[in-house]
């Protein structure tokens, strides 16, 4: 995942951007963009994110594995 944004652009995450309050775990397209092929998540400095959004995306992503959305590890 490659991404050519500048320094200012960086200075807001993903979801900060869209001004998402949450980060919906049936948003499966979403989370799956922040997942490796093995179904790790990215690292925030990988994945852009700011240290909440990061929080969120974690708590959606355990939430969708447990609703078995998302892999555990594949
Ligand atoms: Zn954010």
Same mark, same amino acid.
């Given at each position: 995942?490659?991404?050519?944004?500048?320094?200012? =652009?960086?200075? +807001?995450?993903?979801?900060?951007? @869209? /001004?998402?309050? $949450?980060?919906?775990?049936?948003?499966? =397209?979403?989370? +799956?963009?922040?997942?490796?092929? @093995? /179904?790790?998540? $990215?690292?925030?400095?990988?994945?852009?994110?700011?240290?909440?959004?990061?929080?969120?995306?974690?708590?959606?992503?355990?939430?969708?594995?447990?609703?078995?959305?998302?892999?555990?590890?594949?």
């Amino acid at each position: 995942m490659v991404r050519n944004v500048s320094v200012r =652009e960086q200075t +807001q995450c993903r979801f900060c951007r @869209r /001004g998402e309050k $949450y980060v919906d775990y049936k948003n499966v =397209e979403t989370l +799956q963009k922040l997942l490796t092929n @093995r /179904g790790k998540m $990215y690292s925030r400095k990988r994945s852009g994110n700011c240290a909440g959004c990061q929080r969120k995306v974690k708590r959606a992503i355990k939430r969708a594995r447990f609703m078995a959305l998302l892999p555990y590890c594949s």
